[in-house]
């Protein structure tokens, strides 16, 4: 039983930040930016809730799908509205998904990929049962993320980077297609404290530990030096795996966590950046929310047809990684 993509949404809220904006708060400019990171501008979240992201972008992958025949939504985020209700069941409620299962899962930029391989696994196995007869099964993964809330605004190193935003997929099984051919999912000890952020909890009476809230902290060096040859590993696993090679794919969906790591990727892969859809200049880093906003921003294009073979590719905080290759 194949799962295949049959919808794509996306949603970036309407308050727009550029370059020059961020540089009336920190020192640095637009040339800097641009230079070291390939963003023009963000978008930040000034009335829009992580859910009100979220919902958007699935009412957009959506759009003539049957809603009675979701039985999952997975959202991945590390920014959520509520410690609980999960995203997923706001989700759920919002857009009427009555016979959906929804939960959360935080795998912070890798999310949405872990997010199809979660949906992919139970959609062949636990959700038969939910399926109605004459009803294909279905499953919406959505990846929504407000980092601006959690983003040290006085460093200028981290600062240029982030945005808020979500993108959506919905998956659609079919016995006539392959979709999804495979995944390969890795996490990697961060022993160096490269990416962390630490919780908003309030400081119980009984002890003495600071709870202070502290804003998103990452060292850009081992960051750089991890994704790059991180993307490179579990995208080559997943590629062996469904027994193709770089040559292969005919596009490559990026984590946009920096426009210079895409270019270093495709240069370890030995391939040319026009087969990478580069959507970072009008975005920035939206974690979990980048990987499918930018592959609807690629199908947009028409770019894609039917057979092509695309690489999913996320990489960041835990240290982890993920990789599906996908047969559109």
Same mark, same amino acid.
């Given at each position: 039983?194949?799962?295949?993509?049959?919808?794509?949404? +996306?949603?970036?809220?309407?308050?727009? $930040?550029?370059?020059?904006?961020?540089?009336?708060?920190?020192?640095?400019? #637009?040339?800097?930016?641009?230079?070291?990171? @390939?963003?023009?501008?963000?978008?930040?979240?000034?009335?829009?809730? !992580?859910?009100?992201?979220?919902? &958007?972008?699935?009412?957009?992958?959506?759009?003539?799908?049957?809603?009675?025949?979701?039985?999952?939504?997975?959202?991945?985020?590390?920014?959520?509205?509520?410690?609980?209700?999960?995203?997923?069941?706001?989700?759920?409620?919002?857009?009427?998904?009555? #016979?959906?299962?929804? /939960?959360? $899962?935080?795998?912070?930029? !890798?999310?949405? *990929?872990?997010?199809?391989?979660?949906?992919?696994?139970?959609?062949?196995?636990?959700?038969?049962?939910?399926?109605?007869?004459? *009803? =294909?099964?279905?499953?919406?993964?959505?990846?929504?993320?407000?980092?601006?809330?959690?983003?040290?605004?006085?460093?200028?190193?981290?600062?240029?980077? /982030?945005?808020? @935003?979500?993108?959506?997929?919905?998956?659609? !099984?079919?016995?006539?297609?392959?979709?999804?051919?495979?995944?390969?999912?890795?996490?990697?000890?961060?022993?160096?404290? &490269?990416? +962390?952020? +630490?919780?908003?909890?309030?400081? =119980?009476?009984?002890?003495?530990?600071?709870?202070?809230?502290?804003?998103?902290?990452?060292?850009?060096?081992?960051?750089?030096?991890?994704? *790059?040859?991180?993307?490179?590993?579990?995208?080559?696993?997943?590629?062996?795996? &469904?027994?193709?090679?770089?040559?292969?794919?005919?596009? /490559?969906?990026? #984590?946009?966590?920096?426009?210079?790591?895409?270019?270093?990727?495709?240069?370890?892969?030995?391939?040319?950046?026009? +087969? /990478?859809?580069?959507?970072?200049?009008?975005?920035?880093?939206?974690? !979990? &929310?980048? *990987?499918?906003?930018?592959?609807?921003?690629?199908?947009?294009?028409?770019?894609?047809?039917?057979?092509?073979?695309?690489?999913?590719?996320?990489?960041?905080?835990?240290?982890?990684?993920?990789?599906?290759?996908?047969?559109?």
């Amino acid at each position: 039983m194949g799962i295949k993509i049959i919808g794509t949404g +996306k949603y970036l809220p309407e308050k727009v $930040i550029t370059n020059e904006d961020i540089s009336q708060h920190v020192d640095t400019s #637009h040339e800097w930016i641009l230079d070291r990171t @390939g963003i023009e501008q963000r978008r930040i979240a000034t009335t829009e809730s !992580s859910l009100d992201m979220a919902a &958007a972008a699935a009412e957009q992958a959506l759009q003539g799908i049957d809603r009675d025949s979701i039985g999952l939504v997975v959202v991945a985020t590390i920014t959520p509205d509520n410690i609980t209700p999960s995203m997923a069941a706001q989700v759920k409620k919002e857009l009427g998904l009555e #016979h959906a299962i929804a /939960f959360d $899962i935080n795998a912070a930029c !890798s999310g949405f *990929v872990y997010g199809l391989w979660i949906a992919e696994s139970l959609m062949n196995t636990a959700l038969s049962q939910y399926s109605r007869d004459g *009803v =294909p099964e279905r499953a919406l993964v959505i990846g929504t993320e407000r980092l601006t809330r959690v983003t040290n605004w006085e460093d200028r190193e981290t600062c240029i980077l /982030f945005g808020d @935003g979500a993108g959506a997929a919905v998956l659609e !099984s079919d016995e006539n297609e392959r979709g999804i051919l495979s995944t390969y999912i890795k996490n990697y000890d961060d022993v160096k404290g &490269a990416i +962390k952020c +630490k919780a908003n909890y309030i400081n =119980p009476p009984f002890w003495e530990d600071d709870l202070t809230p502290q804003p998103l902290f990452m060292k850009g060096r081992a960051v750089f030096k991890f994704a *790059v040859n991180a993307i490179d590993e579990v995208t080559t696993g997943a590629l062996e795996e &469904a027994g193709l090679t770089y040559d292969d794919v005919d596009w /490559f969906v990026l #984590h946009q966590a920096n426009g210079r790591i895409i270019q270093s990727a495709a240069q370890k892969m030995g391939q040319p950046i026009e +087969k /990478f859809q580069i959507s970072i200049q009008d975005g920035g880093n939206v974690s !979990s &929310a980048t *990987v499918p906003m930018a592959l609807y921003d690629l199908n947009l294009t028409n770019k894609m047809k039917k057979g092509d073979i695309i690489a999913l590719v996320g990489f960041g905080g835990g240290l982890c990684a993920a990789a599906a290759i996908i047969e559109w």
